[in-house]
């Protein structure tokens, strides 16, 4: 089994910038890809960013290239997401999501076993 808490959430205004973080327990981490979903009220749940689980490879959906950052660092079982020039559109509940049988992760929320809680990200124009 594995756990995922998420932190980091929280109010910010328009073109600022938030650093999500999840840390992973129970299992080994450092095996493992690691994917950022978001999902506001009342849309499906939408691919952030994902990271493969050497760290090597990264990838980004379309609303958050050249804003959003993803990491690693197994050493502490964390992957963290780093949220810059946000806008309003960027609200939602952010999870971090990971799958023991995927090591390079996907795109796809459905292809993720291991979910965490959800944190906040409110952006006010």
């Known amino acids: 089994q594995v756990q995922l808490v998420e932190s980091g ?3 910010v205004q328009a073109g600022g910038s938030l650093r999500l973080s999840c840390t992973a327990s129970g299992r080994t981490f450092s095996s493992y890809c690691m994917g950022w979903f978001r999902q506001a009220p009342g849309k499906e749940r939408e691919f952030v960013a994902g990271i493969s689980w050497t760290g090597r490879s990264t990838y980004y959906g379309d609303s958050v290239k050249g804003r959003f950052t993803i990491s690693r ?3 502490k079982n964390t992957a963290d997401l780093q949220m810059n020039s946000l806008k ?7 999870y971090c999501a990971t799958d023991t049988d ?3 992760g996907s ?3 459905y292809d993720y076993g291991y ?5 906040q990200v409110t952006v006010s124009s």
Not at 88 to 94: G, K, L, R, S
């Open 102 to 104: 995927r090591p390079y």
């Open 73 to 75: 660092d197994s050493a």
């Open 115 to 119: 979910w965490g809680q959800g944190t």
């Open 88 to 94: 309003p559109e960027d609200t939602a509940v952010y």
């Open 107 to 109: 795109t796809r929320a």
């Open 9 to 11: 959430g929280g109010l």
